[in-house]
């Protein structure tokens, strides 16, 4: 049987906080502004660092007009049929619906470009992201410099009342530099996840 290529694909840009994912989305959606193709750019309503307005924002203040969602299908609800390109920010917030929708709109012909931590706080796996980077053609997998060796920082430390956050802690705050920070593997601490 003969088959028609066609320009579906699943993008992941992963990394610790403070690697430059958002700012790596901005640069892709502009390049697609450039080249004149229809694009979408999405975000969990619960990403409300930098703005409450429909955007999303880089730690170095770009932005970039995005629609807000609760859940992964609403992306469907709101998707424009002219599309060509979909961005989605901060994924490892979104449902695992996300995983079926993002592999169905590649094989529908869109480019998905994900971005979103690929592990917690604890250092774990997060959410849908396992599952994202398994489906991606392409993963850019980005570092941030550990705030406490100059190393490269793998990982994300979550800091509660100075002291690194326990295992225990829930998994889910929203924060930036007052509560996160790019760890290298070896700085890393998480007290209690051995108990």
């Known amino acids: 049987m003969y088959h028609t290529y066609r320009n579906g ?4 840009v992963c990394g610790p906080m403070f690697a430059g994912k958002t700012e790596e989305l901005i640069r892709r959606a502009k390049r697609l502004k450039y080249a004149k193709q229809n694009y ?7 990403d409300t660092r930098y703005s409450i307005k ?4 880089s730690h170095s203040l770009l932005t970039e007009n995005a629609i ?3 859940h992964s299908s609403e992306i469907l609800d709101k998707l424009d ?7 989605i920010d901060e994924a490892q917030f979104l449902d695992k619906g996300i995983i079926k929708i993002v ?3 590649a094989d529908r012909g869109i480019r998905v470009i ?5 592990r917690d706080f604890k250092g774990e796996p997060f959410g849908p992201m396992p599952e994202l980077l398994a489906i991606a053609e392409f993963v850019t997998k980005l570092t941030a410099i550990c705030v406490k060796t100059g190393m490269p920082a793998t990982r994300t430390q979550r800091i509660i009342n100075g002291k690194p956050a326990n295992y225990h802690d829930p998994l889910i705050v929203v924060g930036a530099s007052d509560s996160y920070e790019p760890r290298s593997r070896h700085a890393h601490e998480v007290p209690g996840k051995n108990e």
């Open 9 to 12: 694909i699943i993008e992941v």
């Open 40 to 46: 979408q750019v999405f975000k969990p309503i619960i």
């Open 54 to 57: 429909p955007e999303i924002v």
């Open 68 to 70: 807000l969602i609760s």
């Open 81 to 87: 049929p002219r599309v060509e390109a979909v961005i």
């Open 103 to 105: 592999d169905d709109l």
């Open 114 to 118: 994900i971005g979103g931590l690929d």
